[in-house]
């Protein structure tokens, strides 16, 4: 086994594969620019999508609508002629409103376990065994 190929096994035995995040974190000034911003946590997410494509632990979207329909009253009211009313009825606003929230997967939405690959499969599966503790 050459020199390479040990410094290969290491790299994924101990998991010290130098990335953006590594980089980042190895900075000495970092600290200043994350109290500021949220740069850190940009690096942090692009380097997990990169490696996994597994971006978020809990991610949710929410969906608010809000649908008014309003009716108005045409034609013939059908009333005698002598009670003098010559106006119409007041329109009829009917409002309905829903608020939903949908649970993504770790790999994001709307996506189906066909789509997945084998390695994000894995992931799923050791997800769902550290639950059952």
């Given at each position: 086994m050459g020199g390479v190929d040990r410094l290969a096994v290491a790299r994924k035995l101990l998991g010290a594969?130098?990335?953006?995040?590594?980089?980042?974190?190895?900075?000495?000034?970092?600290?200043?620019?994350?109290?500021?911003?949220?740069?850190g946590d940009v690096i942090h997410n692009l380097s997990a999508y990169s490696s996994d494509?597994?971006?978020?632990?809990?991610?949710?979207?929410?969906?608010?609508?809000?649908?008014?329909?309003t009716y108005t009253y045409s034609g013939d009211l059908g009333l005698i002629p002598r009670c003098n009313f010559t106006g119409r009825p007041a329109d009829?606003?009917?409002?309905?409103?829903?608020?939903?929230?949908?649970?993504?997967?770790?790999?994001?939405?709307?996506?189906?376990?066909?789509e997945l690959t084998t390695r994000q499969k894995a992931i799923l599966a050791a997800l769902g065994l550290s639950r059952v503790k």
């Open positions: 594969d130098i990335d953006p995040e590594v980089l980042w974190d190895l900075a000495p000034w970092s600290w200043a620019v994350d109290w500021f911003s949220s740069v494509g597994l971006v978020l632990r809990y991610g949710y979207i929410m969906e608010h609508s809000i649908v008014r329909d009829l606003v009917v409002t309905s409103e829903k608020k939903l929230r949908r649970r993504s997967s770790p790999f994001g939405f709307g996506l189906a376990m066909s």
